[in-house]
């Protein structure tokens, strides 16, 4: 958000949550927020408000489209354009951080099974 010139009271209210983002595990979102989003490029492109859902979660992904952002573009394809190097060393520390946070939801069932046992 500090990238973007944002702050905390720059976002609305909202009871959202997304599940299995990481397996096994929900988060709950701060805030969500409207910006204007370009598709396309400089030769034929669009320009669309979209509302963005805020969470404070560790990942290597900046925005989710989700499927009512998809549904109003009838996509079945949307390319994005941006720097490979960056894009796979993102996927690679997203992976990195979802095997960390599964293998704690994993010790933390596990410890939760030992003390009732």
């Known amino acids: ?3 973007l010139g944002l702050e905390a009271k720059d976002l609305e209210p909202t009871r959202t949550i997304f599940h299995d983002i990481v397996p096994g595990l929900s988060c709950s979102l701060i805030g969500q927020i409207w910006l204007d ?12 408000p979209i509302w963005f859902e805020v969470v404070d979660l560790s990942s290597a992904y900046h925005a989710l489209l989700c499927r ?5 573009f009838m996509a079945g394809l949307i390319t994005g354009t941006g720097d490979y190097r960056k894009s796979l060393d993102c ?10 946070l599964v293998i704690a ?11 009732l046992a």
């Open 1 to 3: 958000m500090t990238k």
């Open 68 to 72: 009512p952002v998809l549904a109003k």
């Open 37 to 48: 989003v370009l598709f396309g490029d400089s030769s034929h492109f669009r320009r669309e």
């Open 91 to 100: 996927a690679q520390d997203g992976a990195k951080l979802a095997e960390s």
């Open 105 to 115: 939801e994993e010790r933390r069932q596990l410890d939760r099974i030992v003390a």
